[in-house]
């Protein structure tokens, strides 16, 4: 079973940055699909961003698109989540998890659904301060 290991949440002020990083073990890294979920306090999980390691290709919200970016580093098994230009409504519980399901069914359907993902990380708190 595949272990997920985030880190690099933190507090910021607003228009700061942050790096999370999701370290992935026991797990077949270049054949899945690895995505970014946050829940805000009071509210439902949200994908914000997702890359396919095979070849690359991403997709990111509406509400995060020009702010974060989403890269991978197979050599250490790893996914980034570069957040520039933070905002307090990006303050939540940043989760990263693995799916079958590709980038572009994310940018097809326009959204990443939690039913798509499989192994989930323990989460990593954001806080964003106004």
């Known amino acids: 079973e595949a272990q997920l290991v985030e880190s690099g949440g933190g507090l910021v002020q607003a228009g700061g940055s942050l790096r999370l990083s999701c370290m992935i073990s026991?797990?077949?890294?270049?054949?899945?699909?690895i995505g970014w979920f946050r829940q805000a306090p009071g509210k439902g999980r949200e994908g914000v961003s997702c890359?396919?390691?095979?070849?690359?290709?991403?997709w990111y919200a509406d509400s995060v698109k020009g702010r974060l970016t989403i890269s991978s580093d197979s050599a250490k098994n790893t996914v980034f989540l570069q957040m520039d230009s933070l905002r307090p409504e990006d303050t939540g519980v940043y989760t990263c998890?693995?799916?079958?399901?590709?980038?572009?069914?994310?940018?097809?359907?326009?959204?990443?659904?939690?039913?798509?993902?499989?192994?989930w990380g323990q989460g990593n708190q954001v806080t964003v301060s106004s």
């Open positions: 026991a797990f077949t890294f270049d054949k899945y699909t």
């Open positions: 998890t693995t799916s079958l399901v590709t980038s572009t069914t994310a940018q097809e359907f326009g959204v990443m659904r939690t039913s798509w993902y499989d192994f």
């Open positions: 890359i396919t390691i095979s070849d690359g290709t991403t």
